[in-house]
C-alpha cells in the first residue's frame, strides 16, 4: 500500500475544523467548525481532451462549495444518511439539523433541539431507516427516517460519547465517557458490558476514541474477518470478530488517537492521531493504517497543529482529513492481488455475496474471461505460462498452500506448506515459486 498527500483546501477565515464526513454514494463531503460554520463540497476530477493526467493523480476541482446557515455554535457532529441523501448535523448547543438535496443545493428539512444536553455522537443504521442520538447526559434517541421518534431512553448516571450499530441492525453499542463499552439491542434494553481485552495493564483514565463496525456492504476481506474496532485515546484497540468475541485482535498504535474509520471494504482502518516525532521534542499529526488482522500497512504524516478527522472516499482510493482549518487530501494505491502471464491478466476481489475471493483470468487478446472462486487467498503471482495462488488452508494446521494454474483457472499442482509466504516470486522457465 502507498499513500500520499495529494491536494489543500482552506477553510475561508481560518475557521477550525471540528469534524468530516464523506457521503460515500453520491461523493459530498461535510465539513463543520467553530462559529457555525457548515459547509458542503465535492470534488470533480478534471475531464476531456485537456486533462493530460489521468486517474488519482489527476487536478480535481470543487463542483459544489455550498455553505450551510443554520447553526450558530460550532458544529461538532457530522453524519451522511447515504441511501436517502440526507445530511444530519448537530452543534455545542444541542441542535439538530437535517438538510436534504432538492436541485443541486443543500437545504433544511427538519430541526429539532432538546435544549437539555449536547448531542456527542450519531449513526445511521446500515440501511438508512433510522438515526440513534446520544447526549453527554445519558439520554438515547432513536428515530426513523421520515422524523418520527421511534423509542428514548435515559440512561442514569451515564455520560454517552459513542454509538454504533451492528451491520444487521439488531443491537446498538454505546461508548460511556469512564470508557466502558455497553452493549443493547434496538428496542433499548441493556445486554452486557463488552470486554476491554485491549486495556489490560492500562492504567489511569482513557476515553474511547471511535467504535466502528464495518457492515459487509462489499462483502468481507475473507470468511469470519475481524470488523468491530474500538480504539481508545491512549491508543490502545481492539478489533472484534462480533461483539462478544473473547479473542480479538489487540493492537497498540502509540500514538494519541482522535478518530478511526474503516474504508469502503473493511480491508483498512486509518487511526487518526497525535504521535511524538522521533528524536524531537513536539508531537506530530499521523495517520496510521493497519489490516483487520493488526498487520500495519503504512503511516501518514501530515501537516499542521492538531488533526480532528480522517474519513475515506467511497472507492477507498482517497482519504479526506480535518487539521486546524485545513483538509488535506490523500491519494492511496492499495496492494492488489493481481499478475500477468501468457497475455493473460489474473487479478482477485471480494464480492458481497460470496466469502471466497473471486479471481478472474482475462485474456487480454480475444476477451474472454474466466472465473473461478478461491477461499483464503493470500498472493498471487505469474510467469511464463503459469500463476500460483497462495491460499489458507482451511483447517486449522496452520498450513498453506500453493496451487499452479494455466490461463484459464486449472489447477495443475498443488503443495502444502509449513510456513506462511509473505513474499512469492516465480521463474520464467520452470516455473518454481521462491518463497519468503
Not at 476515553?207 to 491512549?234: H, M, Q, S, T
Request: glycine share 8%.
Amino acid at each position: 500500500m502507498f499513500i500520499y498527500l495529494s491536494k489543500k483546501i482552506a477553510i475561508p477565515n481560518n475557521v477550525r475544523l471540528r469534524c468530516l464526513a464523506w457521503n460515500r454514494e453520491q461523493g459530498y463531503i461535510a465539513c463543520g467548525g467553530e462559529d457555525g460554520l457548515l459547509k458542503v463540497l465535492k470534488l470533480e476530477i478534471q475531464q476531456g481532451k485537456d486533462a493530460k493526467v489521468r486517474g488519482l493523480a489527476a487536478p480535481s476541482n470543487l463542483s459544489m462549495n455550498q455553505n450551510l446557515d443554520g447553526h450558530t455554535g460550532a458544529v461538532q457532529v457530522v453524519t451522511w444518511n447515504e441511501q436517502f441523501q440526507k445530511l444530519t448535523t448537530s452543534d455545542q448547543y444541542g441542535l439538530i439539523i437535517v438538510w436534504i438535496l432538492y436541485k443541486g443545493s443543500w437545504y433544511e428539512e427538519m430541526i429539532n433541539n432538546r435544549n437539555r444536553s449536547v448531542v456527542r455522537d450519531m449513526k445511521w443504521n446500515a440501511d438508512g431507516q433510522r438515526i440513534c442520538i446520544v447526549y453527554e447526559d445519558g439520554a438515547v434517541i432513536v428515530g426513523s427516517v421520515d422524523g418520527n421518534r421511534i423509542w428514548g431512553k435515559e440512561l442514569k448516571n451515564l455520560q454517552l460519547t459513542n454509538v454504533e450499530w451492528s451491520p444487521d441492525g439488531k443491537n446498538i453499542i454505546f461508548g460511556i465517557s469512564n470508557g466502558e463499552v455497553q452493549i443493547f439491542d434496538n428496542t433499548g434494553n441493556f445486554c452486557t458490558k463488552m470486554t476491554l481485552f485491549c486495556l489490560a495493564n492500562v492504567t489511569g483514565a482513557v476515553k474511547i476514541a471511535g467504535i466502528e463496525w464495518y457492515d459487509g456492504r462489499e462483502g468481507y476481506v475473507e470468511p469470519n474477518c475481524p470488523c468491530l474496532a474500538v480504539c481508545f485515546d491512549v491508543g490502545r484497540m481492539q478489533i472484534m470478530r462480533h461483539e462478544l468475541d473473547e479473542n480479538p485482535v489487540l493492537i497498540d498504535t502509540s500514538m494519541a488517537v482522535v478518530n478511526i474509520q474503516w474504508n469502503n471494504c473493511g480491508a483498512v482502518l486509518a487511526v487518526a492521531g497525535m504521535q511524538r516525532a522521533t528524536g524531537q521534542e513536539k508531537d506530530i499529526n499521523v495517520v496510521q493504517f493497519y489490516t483487520p488482522f493488526g498487520e500495519h500497512l503504512r503511516t501518514l504524516k501530515v501537516p499542521g497543529k492538531q488533526i480532528t478527522e480522517a474519513c475515506w472516499e467511497g472507492a477507498g482510493l482517497r482519504i479526506a482529513l480535518a487539521v486546524d482549518s485545513f483538509i488535506y487530501f490523500a491519494n492511496i494505491r492499495p496492494n492488489y492481488k493481481w499478475g500477468y502471464f501468457s497475455n493473460t491478466v489474473v487479478y482477485a476481489f471480494n464480492k458481497p455475496d460470496r466469502q471466497e475471493h473471486c479471481v478472474v483470468f482475462w485474456d487480454t487478446k480475444n476477451g474472454e474471461k474466466y472465473v473461478k472462486y478461491v477461499r483464503n487467498l493470500l498472493s498471487i503471482t505469474a510467469s511464463g505460462d503459469h500463476c500460483v495462488l497462495a491460499t489458507r488452508a482451511d483447517d486449522s494446521s496452520g498450513q498453506h498452500v500453493l496451487v499452479l494454474c494455466n490461463a484459464i483457472g486449472t489447477p495443475l499442482d498443488s503443495k502444502y506448506i509449513e510456513i506462511e509466504p509473505l513474499f512469492v516470486a516465480m521463474t520464467r522457465k520452470k516455473h518454481y515459486p521462491f518463497l519468503s
